[in-house]
């Protein structure tokens, strides 16, 4: 499973699911990735993410298909 890495630009408390999976290079853009929360391919911490702008903070580990994406701060 392929890890990626993200850091939250200094002074962003969180980013929102979507603009995350934009942003890693997962889905072309925010409205593909409220697609595939909306479909449910897309949980954080182990869990279904239902809401599609919901607030990703560092720590939260976001898994999209075989992707994981481990958030950080800045």
Known sequence: M???EFTLA???PFIEVN?????????DSGGA???L???GHVSV??????????KIRPGQIVTCGDVRIVVRAS
């Open 2 to 4: 392929p890890i990626i």
């Open 37 to 39: 929360v909306a479909e």
């Open 33 to 35: 990735g409220k697609m």
């Open 10 to 12: 200094e002074g962003s």
């Open 19 to 27: 603009q995350l999976l934009k942003a890693t290079g997962v889905c």
């Open 45 to 54: 911490g182990g869990e279904i993410e239902t809401r599609k702008t919901a």
